[in-house]
Structure formats: structure tokens, C-alpha cells
């Protein structure tokens, strides 16, 4: 039970940008999780609008009010760095019936790659189910109001940044 | 974050009779959570096959080696009686994309009702997800094997009671 | 075209009792269509917690203010009422993904039953996804606040009845 | 209520190419509302097989019967062409519950983006819902016959583009 | 191979009352495999509007041009029933994906109960998707046209006993 | 019924790498059909990591077992291939719900460019229900561990092509 205590969770993503969705997410789990990571897991593959310094310096400001949080970013798998960082709950937000599978598929897995690395989901709150990071890159590229969105420093570093 | 230390988690349910699948999600959420609640709400309306006290014996005794886990039974909101047992994390386990809607408004009501009241969901492991308390009720009345489906204790229980 | 403009829409349903998000839907439906009829439909083998005319009289308060809809009850087939009220149109208030196979086979069978009524859904506000009657009565039933659930009117209806 | 009978509804889409499945939302949404527009978004980013000119082309074909349909273009936001045009009704056509959860999402987005803009789905009628727009491009990239898919105006642009 | 080709499937259900949308999915079993045993579960709590003698008869009369089926009726468990008339696989019509877990579920647990016994899901045909006993029910007790829903010998038999 | 006796029955995919998913679909139909064929569709736009004769070479060798298995590969339309094959059943392993809409359009679209052409869905082991031949490739492209998702042969490729 003394370990029980020291539960660290991970919450990880792409978050590219990071939104009023994901920001969401984080204060509830900070609030049920001793120590929470946020990690941006960086993917060669993908073509991100912001860098990945870009979006841990937005991590880090708008996480600022949250004193059991880290931000950090890694290569490579979830699973992985959850084990290298010492977290044994992975943390994942879901807004609909679509995500679910996949969800599943992903919690199975990262289970038969660490053993005893668990995986809660956070059902996303109502009023940010629409909210996704891809959403607000499509407004972005054309010139949409993206205030409802993103928090106001995120807005901030994409208007200096595309417009 | 001292406040955070002491998440207390309550996972209710009718458990008539409990299963494997509940025992997996109930093991998973005591290694989570440092104080973990089962509970069994009474419903006037339903029939169960076990009685309140029988479904608490049972859950006691298959939760026996688990420390941080206490078996309670209660009438009425499970909104109110997490908040009179200063419950703050309503566990869920679910099986499939069906369940989902029905978690998420259930989520949002009791968040409604009791602020800061937030809901995790575990998702049921792979080789538990067919089972259900009805399906045991259903092989019960047919004389079917539910060896697979229960802990031995509520498989002799069931035995004794219905053969 | 002249026909079009007048199509008139029907909105039915239990609405035992109406709740924030079957207004929600009149509101809307009220904006689209010319002229909205509210229908509930009274089943024989369901026993509701308000009669039929107490329900009629709180749709009736709670539409007061809109001009284009006119409340009404009925037995029988939904298609065939709709047709003899001149409906074109089946107006349908989807919460989630549940209920979407159930409304595509009820919209196929209407279909059938008389050609050219047409079903349209109106996806449920974010707000209410969580909100349905059967909500309401379990809450009412257990002493719960529904006040964020079902307009004042009803409420004092069912504060009235039932304690 | 005299702005209602005005009622502006805008389908829009890719159209590429228009399906039975676009003509048959066409033709109901055109029953439905006094004025529909039919409006091809274009996107800089995909790479489609006809062009927009060639797409308007067919819809004006095809919808040629139809008095209270006209066929637009537009870039940029649909929420922002649909305000532009005096629509205040968006119509989706949605075939399964996969598309369910995206449509909601859009369907809120779009009311933040334009107040008062509602979006209203017609369920697919069931003998279109295997038909998409990508079917259609991928049975043509394998010389399948596409008769069932396509008006014949259609399918002759294409077998002409293609062949 | 050579048990291979004896294949026997089983295709179990209510039938309360059979629908176009069995009949269907009797004659495509029927022509994928050697045998094929239609077989009614008979389940105690249940209310059928047929008898069980009824139903059997129904299926014998529209199955009459189908040499390789065979109507049958059973108590229990419907793995056990495969396993005594040595069906190696149950056949299962899907219509949406609401029924996919429930589905799912079924099939794990009957390769649990009896070895080896396979579940293969044949999707239902889009013109029958909507069909379902329920739905037959609902409109009889209503005194809807049932027509398009099942074949004329059960329409008749429906018509003769409740009229 | 002759005929029936000779049903042979098509599993299509990639096969990109075979996982442990496609070998248990593969022996369960195998038990289920007097005849199998399992082929590669081949696609020009797709970028594989193993060419076709690679996975061929693969699915010869985990299936060399079984002994009414051939295996194939093809250009173009499934539905052609089948007809050319003399296979009259399609065989697919659906893993979730949210397969399901897709597989339902597949099975109709077949059925209309080749009459008579039946889609069987065998339902994903839960065991291996988290499979797919992209998180294998996704574990490849990160050095994870891919044992638990793909047979021997498959893995000790891999191995010797990417590391």
C-alpha cells in the first residue's frame, strides 16, 4: 500500500496543439494522481505544426498552476518510457464510442509490453468531446476563430506563428 | 498533493453474483488507488439471486488478501453515498463500446450531483470480457458450467443455493 | 415548392417526463420547421409516473412560447399519425451512437409504412447528451436533485406528486 | 415564423465523384426545405479525380430536375460559406454509427463557429449505405463497373477521364 | 478434410415470429454449408406470441424448398444443443453494431462451454436490416401492415390468431 | 447440395506482416470450409514492408500444416479474384465494433459486382483481438517486442530485414 501511494501516472500524446481538451484532462488527473508526466511523444513520421520545444515550453505554461505535474518528451514507445519514468498507470482521455477500440487495443498491448502497466481512462468532459488537436489545425489553415479551442497562450503562439 | 495521497475510490455494483471480471477490475483498482471502497447498491426493484448479505460475504471473501479494499452496501445515489464515504474517484469497468454512452452519462450526472466526483474507467481485460453477472444467472438456470466465470467461493455458493 | 414551405414536422415520444433536452430539440425544430407538432405517444403497456394529460399540460407550459408548436397525444402506429396530421417529416433527438441503429431501423420502417416521411435527427446539444426520462425517474425515485435536468415547471409537477 | 418558411439549407461535400448516395440526400433534403444549396468544398490538400469544375458540372446534371437545389463552390470554412449563403440549416447525410461521432463534433463545432447554425443528418437510405465517394475511385482504379454507384452522367465522365 | 465437408451448422433463435430477415439468413447459410438445423430456443420466462409448435411449423412451411434444413426445437443451453446434434458451428445475423458485442460475448462463451464450437456472423442484407420479431410484434399489436416483414404463411398465421 | 459439400472460401488481406490474428482466422476457417484460399491483395499504392513474395514465402510456411490451405496472391478486385478462384465465400476476422460498418459496405459492395458472393465474419479470439499488422509495424519501427503478435517465422524475419 505504501507504493500504492506513490503512484505516478502518464499521460501522453502528440499534443500538437495542445488544447482546452487536453488541459482538461490533466487538471482531473492531477487531482486523482500524486504525480502526473505529461509527455510528448515525438514521432519521426508526422509532420507537427509546432516543434517539439514549442509545445513543451505551451506544456509548461498552461500546466504552470499544477505543482504535481511534469512535462517531458520522449522517443520510441509509450510503454517504454512509462517504465523508465517509474509509472505504472498510463492516463488516457476519450471523447467518444470510436475511440474505444482503439483505446482497448492499445491498453492490451502496452499490458503485454510492461507487465502491470495500467491503463484509466478519463472520459473527456462534455463540453470539450468536439475539441481535438487536428481540429484545430484545419482551422488554423483557414484563419478560423480557434479561442474556444485552445487555451489563450496556445492561441497566442499560433496566430504569431501562421499568421 | 497530501490531499492527493489519500484518493479513496469506490467501485459500485450489483454483483450478483460477483465474477471474475469483477475481481480483475477490483485487484487492478486497489494497486491504483491507495483506499479502495466496493460497494453493493440496493435496488428495491431488482430480484437478485443472492441477497445483499450473501453478495458481501462473498466479495469479502475473494477479496480477502486485498488490504486496502473495505466491502460496503448502500441505498439510494451513488453520487451521495461516494461523498458520504469521502470517496473523490468512481471506478468503472467496461467491456465494450456499447457500455460507453451509457458510462459517459452516468459520468456527467454524478459530476452534476457531486462536484469534483470524477469517474475512471478500467478497461475490462481481454480474457474477461464476455462475462457478466447475467450470463452467470443465465448458465445457473440451465445447469450450464461457470467454472470460467466465478471464483470457486461463488461458484459453491450458487451450487448450494440452486442445486 | 409551395408545398415545401409548409412542411409541418412531428416530434414524438413518452416525454414521461420532458426534460431539458426534449426541449432543447423543440426549440430547434421550432427554428427549421414552419409548423412542429409534439406528440406523445401513449403506449398501453408502459405505466408511466405522469399521465398522459399531465404531460400534455407540461409540454403545453414549457412550449408556451413557441408560436409554430402545438402539443398533441396519440395511439397507435407513430407513421400513422403523422400521416393523418399531414407530417412530412419524423423529427428525432439522438444523444450517442447507441441510438443510432435503432433510429435508421425505425426511420426504414416508417418509410415503409407511408411513403415519403421522411426521419431527420437532430444531434443532441452537448449540454444534454446525459439527460433522458429514465434518468429523471430513477433521481426522482431516489430522492435526487433534477433540478439541471427538466425545466422548473416539471420539476414543481413531480416535486408536487411525488413527496 | 415568416423567416422559417425561408429556410436555407446548404449540403456540402466533396462530391468527388457525386454518388446515388449524394442524389438520393439531394432529392430528400429538397422535399424537406424550400431552398437547398449544394456546395462543393475544395481543399488544397487533396488530390481529387475530377476537378471542381467538372464536379459542379455533374451535380448541375444530376440535380437538373430539381428547382430548389443550386450548385455552388466555396473554400475555406463550410460553417463561414453557410452564413455567407443565409443558410441556417446544415445537412449531413450519415450512413453507419462510425460517422456518428464525428458528425456530432462537427455539428457543435460549427454552431460555436456561426450561432443559430443547426445541422440536421438524414439517416442513409439503406440501399445506399455501402456507397462512398472512395468506393467509387477505387472500383475505377480497378476497371469495376460502377453502374450501381453513379448516376450515368457520372459514370460516363468518368469512363471518358479514365478509360 | 472429409469431416470438413460434413459440416453442420446450427442457426438458433426465437423465431416469435420468423422474419423475411431469418429467412434469409437461412437460405444463405444454407447454400454455404451442408446442413444446416434451424432450431428454437425455448426459454421459460419469456411470453411468445407463438407457441413453440407454431413456430416450428412457420419455419417448416417457408423452409420447405430447403432439402439440407432441418427444423428443430431445444430447452437450455443453445452450446450444449450444437453438441448433441453434432453442429460444429452456430450461425449468427448481425444487423448493426449495437449487436456486435452481445454477439462477441456469445461466441467466447460457447467455445468455453463446448471445444471447437465456431460462431460465424453473417451481416444481414441492407433490404432487412430494420426487420426484427420485435418490430412484427409492435406493429401487429398495433394493427400495422406486416407484410414487407415476413413471409405470407406467418403473415396469415399472425393475422388468424390476432384478428 | 453437391455443391455445397465443394464451398471454397477466400480469407483476402496484406498480410503485412501475418500476425498470430490472421493464423488463428486461418485455422478456424480452415476447420470450417473443405477448401481456403488465403491471398495477398496487392496494391500499387501501398508501401509494404515485405514484398508480396516475402509474405507469401510466410504464409506457406505458418500454414504448412493445414493441409486444404493454398495460398495466393492478386491485383484488383477482391470480388473478381473470388469469382476466378471459384470461391464463394469471403471469409473476415472483425476485431471490434468499429469494423463492423466497414465490413457490412464490403460484403454488400461484393455481393453486387459478383451475385451470389457471400462475406462470413469469424469473430477475433480475444486473445488476439488487439492485433494488427500495423502494430507490428509500428513495434518494428521502435525495436518493441513483437513475439506475442506474430509467429516465429514472421518475427526471425523481420529480425533479419530490419535490424
Same mark, same amino acid.
Given at each position: 500500500?505504501a =507504493?500504492?501511494k506513490?503512484?505516478? /501516472?502518464?499521460y /501522453?500524446?502528440?499534443f500538437? @496543439?495542445?488544447?482546452?481538451?487536453h ?5 482531473r488527473? /492531477?487531482?486523482?494522481?500524486p *504525480?502526473?508526466?505529461v509527455?510528448?511523444?515525438?514521432? /519521426?513520421? *508526422? *509532420?507537427?505544426?509546432l516543434t517539439?520545444e514549442e509545445?513543451?515550453?505551451?506544456l ?10 511534469s512535462?517531458?518528451s520522449y ?9 523508465? $519514468?517509474g509509472?505504472?498507470v498510463l ?6 464510442s ?5 483505446e482497448l ?5 502496452? $499490458? *503485454?509490453?510492461v507487465?502491470d502497466?495500467e491503463?484509466?481512462i478519463? @472520459?473527456?468532459?462534455q463540453s ?10 484545419? =482551422?488554423?489553415?483557414?484563419g ?6 485552445v @487555451?489563450p497562450?496556445?492561441?497566442q503562439k ?5 499568421t
Amino acid at each position: 500500500m505504501a =507504493l500504492t501511494k506513490e503512484t505516478t /501516472a502518464l499521460y /501522453a500524446g502528440s499534443f500538437d @496543439p495542445p488544447t482546452y481538451g487536453h488541459l482538461n484532462i490533466i487538471e482531473r488527473a /492531477a487531482k486523482i494522481f500524486p *504525480k502526473l508526466i505529461v509527455a510528448i511523444g515525438s514521432s /519521426a513520421d *508526422k *509532420k507537427p505544426i509546432l516543434t517539439c520545444e514549442e509545445r513543451m515550453e505551451l506544456l509548461r505554461g498552461i500546466c504552470s498552476g499544477l505543482q504535481n505535474v511534469s512535462i517531458e518528451s520522449y522517443n520510441g514507445l509509450t510503454a517504454n518510457f512509462a517504465m523508465h $519514468q517509474g509509472a505504472s498507470v498510463l492516463v488516457r482521455g476519450v471523447r467518444n464510442s470510436n475511440d474505444w477500440s482503439y483505446e482497448l487495443a492499445g491498453a492490451t498491448m502496452n $499490458q *503485454k509490453l510492461v507487465e502491470d502497466l495500467e491503463t484509466i481512462i478519463i @472520459p473527456a468532459n462534455q463540453s470539450y468531446c468536439h475539441i481535438s488537436s487536428s481540429l484545430v489545425r484545419e =482551422l488554423t489553415s483557414h484563419g478560423g476563430d480557434i479561442s474556444s479551442l485552445v @487555451p489563450p497562450l496556445v492561441r497566442q503562439k499560433i496566430t504569431d506563428k501562421f499568421t
